[in-house]
């Protein structure tokens, strides 16, 4: 990813902009200092990582880019980001209820500073923590299938 920051003018996403940097555009973008806070969040939740969670933060990522187009660009790792710690969340409550709160204010802030994608990573929070409880759901099924 960090090789693709120079060229962050040429991936920016807009209304009008060809296909192809919806699809890259999460990959770099903003600088060194928003691409080392998102590897900094990526490695503290790389445990988290399976295949289809990327599939899938990566495919609603780029489905947010087509939906949710302002004028500045946007979507980028952030909301890759705010996916898993989405999906955290509720280890997170049975840990420790202050760091959700906290999360949640965070995110509250990135909706009211600009040059934040606050709504986009609101909505990628909301659908990391509806990924977890929808795979816990899949997991308890699968056990009372198998008893």
Not at 37 to 66: D, E, K, P, Q, S
Not at 90 to 116: D, E, H, Q
Request: charged residues 10%; glycine residues 6%.
């Amino acid at each position: 990813m960090a090789l693709l920051v120079p060229y962050t003018d040429k991936l920016a996403v807009y209304g009008t902009s060809p296909a192809y940097t919806h699809y890259l555009y999460v990959m770099g973008h903003a600088g060194w200092l928003h691409y080392a806070v998102n590897v900094w969040t990526l490695l503290a939740l790389h445990n988290l990582f399976r295949w289809y969670r990327m599939a899938t933060a990566y495919a609603l990522a780029v489905i947010i880019g087509y939906v949710m187009l302002p004028d500045l660009p946007m979507v980028g790792a952030s909301v890759i980001t705010c996916f898993f710690i989405g999906f955290a969340t509720p280890y997170f409550w049975r840990k420790s209820r202050l760091s959700v709160f906290m999360t949640i204010a965070l995110l509250a802030m990135t909706c009211i500073l600009p040059g934040f994608a606050g709504v986009q990573h609101v909505v990628m929070y909301v659908a990391g923590f509806a990924f977890s409880w929808t795979e816990g759901a899949v997991h308890s099924l699968r056990r009372y299938i198998r008893e």
